[in-house]
T-cell receptor, first 114, second 114 residues
């Protein structure tokens, strides 16, 4: 089983619908992240959390919200989806303190907003 | 702020040929540097990382990278490419102690000709 699991893997929805992407991890890491991948833009950080009580905005948080339900679970929500939120979304974890930790990624959730 | 550039959007090489993927970064201090690979339909997998010490680092799958401070570069190399190396490759600068998170380059897509 994957250490970082994302659900759903693929989702097609309509403009204005609420969507939740879920992420769970078995690595025991405190730090969790949501990234968005668009062709030619690399990965951009949406939100991150260093523990259950710590939630921080990334560079492109507008239109998104998150919930850290437990150390192992971090969900991303689109309250009212719009077509330019069509993208590949990745959850990642890191166990590092300060600068030392690498990122471990889930397999991605492909979202299409019509 | 940190930034990462990957000058080549797409590279095509023949199987068995050597490979070099370029990465340049902008960072005020000694960076933590990473190379990740993303195979089609998969998440990102760490190939190698540089924190300190020997500037030539070895990674998985026969890849290596060299940190050159004078050129602000961290180029990825492989002496003989295999068809299974076709993927997208991302260079990243790791977090610092001042709240900066990982910064990813835009990626280089590698195609391998038989």
């Amino acid at each position: 089983d994957a250490d970082v699991t994302q659900t759903p893997r693929n989702r097609i929805t309509k403009t204005g619908k609420r969507i939740m992407l879920e992420c769970s991890q078995t690595k025991g890491h405190d730090r969790m992240y949501w990234y968005r991948q668009d062709p030619g833009l690399g990965l951009r950080l949406i939100y991150y959390s260093f523990d259950v009580k710590d939630i921080n905005k990334g560079e492109i948080s507008d239109g998104y919200s998150v919930s850290r339900q437990a150390q192992a679970k971090f969900s991303l929500s689109l309250e009212s989806a719009i077509p330019n939120q069509t993208a590949l979304y990745f959850c990642a974890t890191s166990g590092g303190r300060g600068r030392g930790g690498e990122l471990f990624f889930g397999e991605g959730s492909r979202l299409t907003v019509l | 702020a940190q930034s990462v550039t990957q000058p080549d959007i797409h590279i095509t090489v023949s199987e068995g040929a050597s490979l070099e993927l370029r990465c340049n970064y902008s960072y005020g201090a000694t960076p933590y540097l990473f190379w990740y690979v993303q195979s089609p339909g998969q998440g990102l997998q760490l190939l190698l990382k540089y924190f300190s010490g020997d500037t030539l680092v070895q990674g998985i799958k026969g890849f290596e990278a060299e940190f050159k401070r004078s050129q602000s570069s961290f180029n990825l190399r492989k002496p003989s490419v295999h068809w299974s190396d076709a993927a997208e490759y991302f260079c990243a600068v790791g977090p610092d102690n001042y709240g900066q998170n990982f910064v990813f380059g835009p990626g280089t897509r590698l195609s391998v000709l038989p």
